[in-house]
C-alpha cells in the first residue's frame, strides 16, 4: 500500500484538489454549456461569493468567527489526534523494545494516514483561512477591486453571449 509507483503524484494532486475544492465544486455545480462561458459562469460566481462572505464576515463578528471555527475545530481535532498517536507510538515502542516482540506495520500505517491527512486536508485549508483573513484586513481598500473584476467578468459574460443575474441562479 505505501511503496505504490504514483505515490507521490496522488499526494500531490490530493493536495491541489484540496486547494481549489470549491472552484471545481463551483465547475461541476453549473449546467454543461460552451467550455469558455463555462469557466467565465465559474469565476463570477466564485467571485460573488467571495464578495458576500467577505460582506458577511466584515459586517458581523458572530460570522467571522464562524467561518474561522468551521476551519480551525477540524485541525483542533486532528492535532490531538496526532498528539495522541505519538503518545500511543511512543508508549507502544517502549513497551516493545522491553518486551523483545516486533513494531507492527499497522501502527506506523495509521500514524502515517494521520499525518498524510494533515498534510493534504488541514494545511491548505488554513492557508486558505489565512488568505481570506489578510484580505479581509484590508476589506475597505480591496473592495472596489473585486468589484471591478466582477463588473469585468459581466461584461465578458455578455459579450459571449451569456445572461449572468438573479434569474440565471
Known sequence: MWNHPYQTAFYILA?????????????????PQKLNIWFLKTRYFLLSAKITNLNKCHQ??????????????PAIILICLFLALISINTALIARILSS????????????AVLIMYILIIILPRLVTLTLFLLTLDTFEDYLPILNRKLINLQLRLKKAGANVGPEND
Open 60 to 73: 458581523n463578528s458572530c460570522n467571522l468567527t464562524l467561518y474561522i471555527w468551521k476551519t480551525v475545530a
Open 15 to 31: 493536495i491541489v484538489v484540496s486547494i481549489y475544492g470549491s472552484s471545481i465544486r463551483a465547475f461541476l455545480s453549473l449546467p
Open 100 to 111: 523483545h516482540r516486533e513494531f507492527t506495520v499497522v501502527h506506523f500505517r495509521i500514524f
